[in-house]
């Protein structure tokens, strides 16, 4: 396709979820108190889990370092949304909708095996207690948690670097509340097939590989806890596996069947709400599943709240 004398376009229009100014107003409210409900229980769990000299394990190191992906998972995305909300006109240049793009993959992909990880460590505790401390170790747990991110940002590079290769001459209306990958590649005027096939590769590849890990890790625990002879044993042993096993279901389910749907099968009301789920509700919903079904946790908790109340 000739593109020479077509007009670029160097910004989007975000459509959002509604162009109703009620449904406006309504979803505004509703994603600022997701959003501070998000910002405010992950960072509790990231205060308490520095604060109580109990929880300097593995476990929640790990928690620790998904909180914190959560957060800025939800920082890439609701701040700009409510804007959008509220502004008359709601654009995005080129480049800064292709920046969101990077890091909305950077966040998605480091998450993904940060949960890998947390899987791995619950193997290594209920399988092989006897050596766990010395399986994960703090040098392996710094390890872990830097591959995820150096994984991260091999996708999210890998990704962005195509998509800078695409040219854009309109439409410039995305359809869509943030700028993802696929809708944004509906809007190129040159072919887009090696961006397809990329992001298809590399999400395959990172996501197979990532819930491999976590699929495997829990065929060894369940086989483990099957074999747990006291009914007692096994309900403990499950407990500190089932906040994990809810959160991974949330997160893969609606994410890659997001991201490896056929296009002719694509759906912008089915789009938007696997968006929703994984990148918005899933960070909210973390802190809320850790606390609510982990006892150190919660009892970490009551104690800070105990000593605030005592400051007071």
């Known amino acids: 396709m000739k593109i020479k004398n077509q007009t670029t376009v160097t910004e989007f229009i975000l459509l959002g979820l509604s162009s109703d100014p009620q449904m406006q107003i309504f979803f505004f409210l509703v994603f600022l108190v997701i959003y501070l ?49 509220l502004a008359e006109h709601r654009t995005i240049s080129v480049i800064g909708c ?51 991110w ?11 670097v195509f998509a800078l290769k695409l040219h854009f001459c309109g439409p410039s209306q995305i359809s869509h509340f943030s700028c993802e990958l696929p809708p944004l590649l509906r809007l190129s005027c040159t072919d887009t097939l090696t961006n397809q096939v990329v992001l298809l590769t590399s999400v395959v590849i990172i996501g197979s590989s990532s819930f491999l890990l976590t699929l495997i890790s829990y065929i060894h625990i369940i086989s483990t806890i099957l074999r747990i002879r006291s009914a007692e044993g096994r309900h403990k042993a499950f ?53 609510l079904k982990n006892k150190e946790m919660k009892t970490a908790i009551r104690k800070m709240l105990g000593k605030l109340k005592f400051l007071k």
């Open 239 to 291: 407990s500190t596996c089932s906040s994990h096993l809810i959160v991974v279901g949330l997160l893969y389910l609606t994410a890659l069947l997001q991201y490896t749907k056929p296009r002719s099968i694509s759906s912008l009301v089915l789009d938007e709400v696997f968006s929703i789920q994984y990148s918005i509700l899933t960070p909210m919903l973390n802190p809320i599943i850790y606390s």
């Open 37 to 85: 409900i998000t910002l405010g229980g992950n960072i509790v769990i990231m205060l308490v889990i520095r604060a109580d000299s109990h929880l300097h394990i593995p476990m929640y190191f790990f928690l620790f370092h998904l909180s914190f992906v959560d957060i800025c998972y939800s920082s890439v995305i609701v701040p700009n949304m409510l804007m959008t909300f």
């Open 98 to 148: 292709i920046a969101q793009m990077f890091f909305m993959i950077l966040s998605g992909a480091t998450e993904a095996f940060i949960l890998s990880a947390m899987a791995y460590d619950r193997y290594a505790a209920i399988c092989d207690p006897l050596h766990y401390m010395e399986t994960m170790s703090t040098r392996i747990c710094v390890q872990l948690v830097s591959g995820a």
């Open 150 to 160: 150096a994984i991260g940002f091999f996708h999210a590079l890998l990704n962005t």
